[in-house]
């Protein structure tokens, strides 16, 4: 029995992160463009993309948006035919963005409230990896106020504050069943926050060519006292102690971007983003209970080790005329989990994507904006090092989007 405890706590809960957690749909236009905007200033989503074009704005904005993601995933357990498809679930990623400033003046206000940061699948309790996980429901949502000041026309900076609320909700199966057969199971649940911040410089070059500098700060997000509840069978409930808790905390990455504009004519704006996200500070994921049994529940410490991941995306829009344009994009993202560390909350891996979109604008005020995203994530066959879970993940991502953008 102590051995068969062992398993349970080794296998007790795997979070992980990586590209597929980074959400990156902070812009209905910037989509469309294959999530380019660090150099390049469309609407009031640059409170995100970059802060210090905010001030270069020349209007104000009010807008919002969401892009629901359906997140299509295939797990091929090694030697076998068999495939586990996880379930037809909907992440709902939004966007609000504001920016005001006198008209004519030199500085900006902006606030941006985003999900950067979040993830929902769901694999059922009958599949190959059901004592890794069942389902996971992880938001990261920040709200960040914004000043932006425009030293000079060719030039202007700016910066925010972020406070993260962050919650999770994570099932799995534990290896110990009832007298009906069915297997035990562990939840938890809890919410959390954090604080970072968020700068950019933008610079218009005297031939025209415009170029954003941006650095995205290191969010450390803490849970104190989340829920964690336990159902295993009668004559094990004095080992998983209840009611109990559980405390836990996460880095969210830096990311440090550049990107640059090109305008060839009137009608053509291209943009080129390139962004390192530092996933190295994830080294090792540590569960603390409030209550623990010698011979029972006790803390987890799991190692991460995770690496530095880059991406690289390139956008086009085309205006027909002042009313309507058209866009396109798309990009590639390296993993930042290593060998062995591969896990069915993101089952990642590198990543190709292609992108598209429309705009209107209605009687000069106000924008109605569409993008559509297809993102592809190459298979991967890995055995994890911790839980053993043995086979080929595959996964595809679709993505469409909607906003209106209100500006004077």
């Known amino acids: 029995m102590k051995k068969l405890l062992l398993l349970v706590f080794a296998l007790m809960p795997v979070i992980s992160f990586a590209q597929g957690f980074q959400v990156n749909l902070e812009g209905e236009k910037q989509i469309g463009m294959g999530h380019t905007g660090t150099g390049v200033i469309q609407d009031g989503a640059s409170v995100f993309f970059n802060p210090g074009a905010v001030a270069m704005l020349p209007q104000n904005y009010i807008q919002g948006g969401i892009s629901p993601l ?3 995933s295939t797990f091929n357990p090694q030697g076998t035919n068999i495939e586990d ?26 606030l941006g409230v985003y999900t950067p940061f979040g993830g929902l699948t769901d694999w059922g309790g009958n599949w190959q990896g059901k004592y890794v996980l069942e389902s996971l429901n992880l938001k990261a949502i920040y709200i960040q106020p914004t000043l932006s000041i425009k030293l000079a026309d060719f030039l202007s900076v700016g910066g925010g504050f972020v406070y993260n609320r962050g919650s999770v909700d994570l099932t799995q199966a534990i290896p110990l069943t009832n007298s009906a057969g069915q297997d035990g199971q562990a939840e938890l649940k809890g919410t959390g926050k954090g604080y970072g911040w968020n700068a950019g410089i933008y610079i218009v070059t005297e031939v025209g060519l415009t170029v954003g500098i941006t650095h995205r700060s290191e969010v450390n997000t803490t849970i104190n006292n989340g829920t964690a509840l336990f159902t295993v069978p009668p004559s094990l409930q004095a ?7 559980f405390s836990s905390s996460i880095p969210l990455p830096a990311t440090t971007s550049i990107g640059f504009g090109f305008y060839p004519t009137k009608q053509w704006t291209l943009a080129l983003d390139a962004n390192v996200i530092n996933w190295d500070v994830y080294k090792v994921l540590a569960f603390n209970y409030g209550t623990i049994e010698p011979n029972g529940l006790q803390n987890t410490v799991e190692q991460r080790n995770y690496k530095d991941a880059f991406s690289f995306r390139g956008g086009a829009q085309y205006k027909t005329n002042k009313n309507l344009a058209i866009r396109f994009g798309g990009g590639y993202a390296t993993t930042a989990v290593e060998d062995g560390f591969v896990s069915p909350e993101a089952p990642d891996a590198n990543r190709a994507f292609v992108t598209g979109g429309l705009g209107y604008t209605f009687s000069n005020h106000l924008d109605l904006d569409v993008s559509f995203e297809y993102e592809h994530v190459m298979s991967r066959d890995q055995t994890n090092t911790q839980t053993q879970l043995a086979g080929t993940f595959e996964t595809n991502v679709y993505i469409p989007g909607v906003s209106l953008a209100y500006h004077w």
């Open 85 to 110: 498809h996880n379930a037809n679930k909907v992440a709902t990623p939004f966007t609000f963005y504001a920016a005001w400033g006198p008209k004519d003046s030199f500085w900006k206000l902006g």
């Open 70 to 72: 359906f997140f299509k």
């Open 239 to 245: 080992q998983f102690p209840q009611p109990n808790t």
